[in-house]
Each structure stands twice: as structure tokens, then as C-alpha cells.
């Protein structure tokens, strides 16, 4: 009964390494989301999907890129990290609806030097 | 557009005593509320959500929320506070997208 589960958990990265977070659900989801969290800040939507093959931005997509090419994987990637990105990132899945709620995993430790 | 406010980037209760953890949102559409619990290092759970049914939302743990439009108010009580229930608390609403509060840290002191 995995849920969601992200990979790495932890990592860190060089300032201009690139590197690609992945997130799997196992639930048969449509769509997937992935946050990130800052101190004082709440989580904030960096990308989303609504379905295999789509992608769209939120609230603060610059510096990622995203991919869905199999429904129950979501790719975040960092083509060039950059310290401002040291932060913990969630992924989350849920069917759709405004009612259904997300289903996280336990995130990605991220430190940018 | 939609955004949620929570009172009290940190609350502290002792143990047994009353738990009450607030949330004020905004939306144009009614709402669909919720709140998610985030234990030390783990991703957040689902405590309750609102979605038009009923006011008064029973959520898992004890924990319960009343909606009141008036107020556009959806606060987290629990009666009784648990040294488990130390966490951080999160209220968000949606419409378009799912919209966190900033968060709330409970302490709870022996």
C-alpha cells in the first residue's frame, strides 16, 4: 500500500547541477502536483497535471520543468539549481473533483550550495 | 481570488486542554475546505474536509472544524489536546487549485 512515494529524499546539489525528482503513485490517480515548502510560507504549486501527457504551471514555475509521459509518474527537474531552490518539495495525487482530497508523499530534501 | 489566513504561526496548549487553531479564507466560488496535519519529516495528511454537506466536520484524531459563511471562517478545534497531536496544521481551499494557509505549529506541554 505505497501511496505516494517520492525519490531521493534527500540531496545535494552543487549550484548549476541539474537533477530530476520522481514521484510515483500507485493509486490510479488523473492528476499530480508538485509543491514545495519554505519556512513561513506554506506549500506553493510549482507544476501540475491533470492527465498522462499534460502539464501546466502554478504558482511558481520558474527554474523547473515537469513531465507526465506514464500516468502514474510526475518528473520535476532542475536543469540548473540554483540556491534559491534549497527547499523541501512534495509531490501529491488525488482523482480530481474539488472535493477529493491529496495524497502527499513524504518529500524531497533539496540543498543547493 | 481565493487565499487562506491562518492566526498563529505557533500555538501552545497543555495537555488536556482545549485546542483551537484558526482559519479565515477567501474565495469567490463557495468553497471547498480542508485541513491536512504535517507530522516531522512526512508529507501531510488529510484531518477533515468541507464540502457543503454538513457545518460542523468531524475529522480523524478527535479533530473537528465548523464552517460558518458569515465569518468565512473554518476553524480546527479538538477538546482535549494530545502530547501526539504536536504537529503543524494546515488550512486550504479550493476552487481552481488547491491554495495552502501558511501554517500553524502546535506544542502540547506535558
Known amino acids: 500500500n505505497a501511496g505516494v512515494t517520492q525519490t531521493p529524499k534527500f540531496r545535494v546539489l552543487k549550484t548549476g547541477q541539474s537533477m530530476t525528482l520522481l514521484c510515483a503513485q500507485d493509486?490510479?490517480?488523473?492528476?499530480m502536483y508538485w509543491y514545495r515548502q519554505d519556512p513561513g510560507m506554506g506549500l506553493r504549486l510549482i507544476h501540475y497535471?491533470?492527465?498522462?501527457?499534460?502539464?501546466a504551471k502554478g504558482e511558481v514555475p520558474d527554474g523547473y520543468n515537469v513531465s507526465r509521459l506514464k500516468k502514474q509518474n510526475f518528473l520535476l527537474g532542475l536543469e540548473s539549481a540554483a540556491p534559491s531552490q534549497t527547499s523541501v518539495y512534495f509531490c501529491?495525487?488525488?482523482?480530481?473533483?474539488?472535493?477529493?482530497?491529496?495524497?502527499f508523499g513524504d518529500g524531497t530534501r533539496l540543498s543547493i550550495l | 481570488a481565493q487565499s487562506v489566513t491562518q492566526l498563529g504561526s505557533h500555538v501552545s496548549v497543555s495537555e488536556g486542554a482545549l485546542v483551537l487553531l484558526r482559519c479565515n479564507y477567501s474565495?469567490?466560488?463557495?468553497?471547498?475546505l480542508f485541513w491536512y496535519v504535517q507530522y516531522p519529516n512526512q508529507g501531510l495528511q488529510l484531518l477533515l474536509k468541507?464540502?457543503?454537506?454538513?457545518?460542523l466536520v468531524k475529522g480523524i484524531n478527535g479533530f473537528e472544524a465548523e464552517f460558518k459563511k458569515s465569518e468565512t471562517s473554518f476553524h480546527l478545534t479538538k477538546p482535549s489536546a494530545h502530547m501526539s497531536d504536536a504537529a503543524e496544521y494546515f488550512c486550504?481551499?479550493?476552487?481552481?487549485?488547491?491554495?495552502f494557509g501558511t501554517g500553524t505549529r502546535l506544542q502540547v506541554f506535558p
Open positions: 501529491a495525487s488525488t482523482r480530481g473533483g474539488r472535493n477529493q482530497p491529496q495524497h
Open positions: 493509486m490510479n490517480h488523473e492528476y
Open positions: 497535471s491533470v492527465g498522462e501527457g499534460t502539464t
Open positions: 474565495s469567490s466560488v463557495p468553497p471547498y
Open positions: 468541507y464540502t457543503s454537506a454538513a457545518t
Open positions: 486550504a481551499v479550493f476552487t481552481d487549485k488547491l491554495i
